[in-house]
């Protein structure tokens, strides 16, 4: 990836297209290495289940994750109305000094965290209104996903798959045509489980990507962190490029057929 590929969001211009979470980490200071590694410059955070100021008495992520060398993106995890979402962010906003960005989520089911799409445009809406720049975790409905950009919310997150899944993409075409069909960044959010998915989903033509557990339930989640890394950067990097087309039922050499030496059978050569 070149540095003249940046990624813009919400006005301001980024190199990483990895943005990652901070929990189900051992401790902040692991929530550290791997954001480090993983070169993101971005980082959400679950209000609801994360001190980021609102509990003075326990450790602060913020302390490890200054907002000086990281964009913190608010989070709604946990919230399944509208309501509840809405007063989240706001509380988000009063901690971060006025801090416009969110992620959006309204999920529906606690059983498999898919998200409840009425409520979602509900809260959108209001957020909106409100001067949030949202960013929206949304189900892989292209209706959906225009109404919600036409809305004004700067990016549509649809997942991949469920929450925590590692499933990856289970469905590439719905994807192929949000992107399609986008005037607002499209980022892949929930499902990955490992490089080779995140790879797959920039190829497909995905500004960005967004994960947690893939990273922070691995093995080594430093290691992991390094490995999504370069998957983005090889990912964009093959759909910038444009991948050869596929040739069914057809070969194609990689040599020329030209100027190829011919062997002189034995039985036509004369002698001296």
């Given at each position: ?173 719905n994807l192929r045509l949000i992107i399609d069909q ?82 002189v059978s034995p039985q036509t050569t004369s002698a001296?």
């Amino acid at each position: 990836m070149t540095n003249t590929d940046i990624f813009t969001l919400a006005g301001r211009h980024y190199s990483s297209r990895l943005l990652v979470g901070t929990g189900k980490y051992k401790d902040f200071e692991e929530t550290r290495q791997a954001i480090e590694t993983s070169g993101a410059e971005i980082v959400t955070v679950a209000i609801r289940r994360t001190n980021i100021g609102q509990n003075p008495g326990e450790p602060n992520l913020l302390d490890f994750l200054p907002p000086e060398k990281f964009t913190i993106l608010p989070n709604t995890a946990g919230c399944y109305t509208a309501d509840d979402a809405v007063r989240t962010l706001r509380l988000a906003r009063e901690l971060l000094d006025g801090h416009k960005l969110v992620k959006l989520e309204v999920l529906g089911d606690k059983a498999n965290l898919f998200p409840n799409m009425p409520e979602t445009l509900k809260a959108a809406k209001t957020l909106v209104d409100d001067g949030f720049d949202v960013m929206v975790y949304c189900t892989d409905d292209p209706i959906q996903c225009r109404m919600l950009s036409d809305m004004g919310c700067v990016a549509v997150m649809p997942l991949a798959s469920l929450i925590g899944s590692g499933m990856g993409i289970v469905n590439p075409w719905n994807l192929r045509l949000i992107i399609d069909q986008a005037t607002v960044p499209v980022l892949v959010d929930a499902g990955v489980g490992t490089a080779s998915d995140a790879a797959v989903a920039m190829e497909l033509g995905c500004d960005a990507i967004l994960m947690n557990t893939a990273i922070a339930g691995a093995r080594n989640p430093v290691l992991m962190a390094s490995a999504m890394k370069k998957a983005v950067q090889a990912g964009r990097e093959a759909y910038l490029a444009g991948r050869m087309p596929r040739k069914y039922y057809s070969a194609d050499p990689s040599s020329p057929d030209q100027g190829l030496l011919q062997s002189v059978s034995p039985q036509t050569t004369s002698a001296s």
